[in-house]
C-alpha cells in the first residue's frame, strides 16, 4: 500500500506527497499552490524565507543534479504538524552512479494545507558529503577515526 492510499482522511497531506513525488522543473510554477508565501525552508544547507527562495533551491537541484526525486515513505500528522519520511534518488552531473539519501522532513501547515514551515532532517556528512569524490575520502577518513575500536 503506498502512503497516498495510507492517507485516505487526510486530503491536504496525500496533495502533499503527491506533489513531492511527482516533483519537476514545471512543477515549480505551482509551489504558490504548495508553499505559503512567508514560508521558511532549512536544510543542511539553506535557511531562507518567502517562496521565491524556495523555488531557488528547487531549481538550483534541478540545474545541479540529474534526474532527482523523492519517495515518500511514511506520514505522520497531528493537527498542523505533519512528519514526512523519504528517499530521495539522484545522479551527480558526469557521474552515472544513482545515489540515494534517507531523511525526513518536518511540515506545519496553514489552514489552507499550504506550507508555513519545513525544515528536513538528513545526514549530510555520510549521505552526501561521503559520496563525493575528493570530499568522500576526507569524509571516511574522519568517520573513522571518530568511531570507537
Not at 38 to 51: A, L, M, Q, S, W
Not at 134 to 144: E, I, P
Request: charged residues 30%; aromatic residues 12%.
Amino acid at each position: 500500500m503506498s502512503v497516498t492510499e495510507t492517507l485516505v482522511g487526510e486530503p491536504r497531506i496525500a496533495r502533499l506527497v503527491q506533489y513531492f513525488e511527482s516533483l519537476s522543473p514545471a512543477a515549480l510554477e505551482r509551489l504558490g499552490e504548495i508553499y505559503a508565501a512567508d514560508c521558511r525552508f532549512k536544510d543542511p544547507f539553506n535557511e531562507v524565507r518567502g517562496i521565491d527562495a524556495v523555488r531557488r533551491i528547487y531549481a538550483h537541484m534541478y540545474a545541479t543534479l540529474d534526474e532527482p526525486r523523492f519517495c515518500i515513505t511514511r506520514a505522520v500528522v497531528q493537527g498542523s504538524h505533519c512528519v514526512l519520511t523519504w528517499t530521495f534518488q539522484f545522479r551527480f552531473r558526469r557521474r552515472g552512479e544513482e545515489q540515494s539519501v534517507r531523511g525526513s522532513s518536518h511540515l506545519v501547515l496553514d489552514a489552507e494545507g499550504r506550507i508555513t514551515d519545513h525544515e528536513d532532517y538528513w545526514d549530510a556528512a555520510g549521505q552526501f558529503y561521503e559520496k563525493l569524490p575528493l570530499v568522500g575520502n576526507l569524509m571516511r577518513w574522519l568517520r573513522r577515526k571518530v568511531q570507537p575500536a
